[in-house]
């Protein structure tokens, strides 16, 4: 394994040699970007041999107001045929509902402001480590009907010597959505519908939410979650008390109850606490990324990122895992959830399910999410 891990490696000299793949102009000019056809499928880079994805930094230009839920990043380790990365653009990097936001965490982050932002772009940075042993290939896919007029990219790299990656796990990352998640509360019969949520148990997990299910012996490292709040509880605006609930190994073999890591709330389980107070801020391992209004009328509404890194505490399984949280207590919320969970493991990795079709990855509209948010919280249905 090459030693230089963290800043202490950075005193050791190092057999790697330093590589990079980018979007340059080959004729010396200034056009240092490819573009991608509608329903094409570029490769940003395609390396042999062993070594570790270092950095990876990408940046678009499309008019597609949702060209980061249309455009899919893909990455196959070791000439696997199924990838190990699939997901949005835009949910990769850390913000979900095909929306641009400034942000800074340890692994992840977008930059992006005044002229930038009002153009819905930002520039993508990924630290996450991305070991590969015999090659790694990386893919653009552009299924929106507009063309990516722009793609700009850097791939830095180390190479390694051959046998240096056969220890080392492999970087997953997978992207899942269900919309609406099916809440629990029976908003037919009107009336102290706060205190009909807070009396209901969840003494199974078996309709929280999924954010990663695998196989294998590694560490789930973190995810984000983007909810569109659409479904409040009539009078209570508030989107969270879900807790987050994991199985790993014989506990998930046999579906134990309760489950080996037993959390107490959305918020909480995101490093947060009594909601999200400041809205949108940046840490290193939590935070949250895309924020709505915390105060006035619509205090809750719209649409939402949060994210947890465990990169100091990573979670690890020998043999399995499921990653679950619940749409609000006792899953009484049918809101729009997706997500992207990172991790990982040995290979071979279980089949992602399908990615939905284009059409069913784009967001909700902002002002129809409002109109929903509104009626429900009257309790409109």
């Not at 012996?217 to 969270?240: E, K, M, Q, T």
Request: glycine letters at 10%; aromatic letters at 12%.
């Amino acid at each position: 394994m090459e030693p230089g891990r963290g800043l202490d490696g950075l005193i050791y000299p190092s057999q790697a040699r330093s590589r990079r793949v980018s979007s340059w102009d080959r004729s010396g000019g200034n056009v240092d970007a490819v573009p991608v056809a509608p329903g094409q499928t570029v490769e940003i880079a395609a390396v042999t041999g062993a070594g570790c994805i270092r950095h990876l930094w990408l940046t678009a230009f499309c008019d597609d107001p949702n060209y980061l839920r249309t455009t899919v990043l893909r990455c196959y380790w070791d000439g696997e045929a199924r990838p190990s990365v699939e997901a949005p653009l835009g949910d990769f990097f850390g913000v979900g509902h095909s929306r641009v936001s400034h942000y800074i965490s340890l692994p992840l982050n977008m930059v992006t402001g005044t002229w930038s932002l009002q153009i819905n772009a930002a520039a993508m940075n990924c630290f996450f480590p991305l070991p590969f042993g015999t090659g790694a290939r990386l893919t653009v896919q552009n299924e929106s009907a507009q063309p990516l007029k722009s793609l700009y990219y850097y791939v830095d790299y180390e190479e390694w010597d051959q046998d240096a990656a056969q220890d080392t796990l492999r970087f997953h990352a997978q992207w899942r959505r269900e919309n609406p998640t099916h809440g629990t509360l029976d908003r037919r019969t009107p009336g102290a519908d706060l205190a009909r949520a807070n009396a209901a148990r969840n003494l199974d997990g078996r309709d929280n939410y999924v954010l990663l299910e695998a196989q294998g012996r590694g560490h789930y490292v973190g995810c984000n979650l983007s909810i569109d709040n659409i479904d409040p509880i009539p009078g209570f605006a508030w989107f969270g008390e879900g807790d987050d609930m994991i199985w790993i190994d014989e506990d998930l073999e046999t579906r134990s109850w309760p489950p080996t890591l037993h959390g107490t709330g959305t918020e909480d389980y995101f490093g947060s606490a009594w909601g999200f107070p400041t809205g949108q801020y940046s840490g290193p391992c939590h935070g949250v990324s895309l924020a709505g209004p915390v105060t006035g009328d619509d205090a809750w509404s719209g649409q939402w990122t949060a994210y947890r890194f465990h990169l100091a505490d990573p979670i690890h399984f020998q043999r399995c895992i499921l990653v679950t949280i619940e749409h609000g207590h006792a899953n009484c919320h049918g809101n729009d959830y997706s997500s992207t969970a990172y991790w990982y493991q040995t290979e071979p990795h279980l089949p992602f399910p399908p990615l939905p079709a284009a059409a069913e990855r784009l967001p909700r509209p902002a002002e129809d999410s409002l109109r929903r948010f509104r009626q429900a919280l009257r309790g409109e249905r």
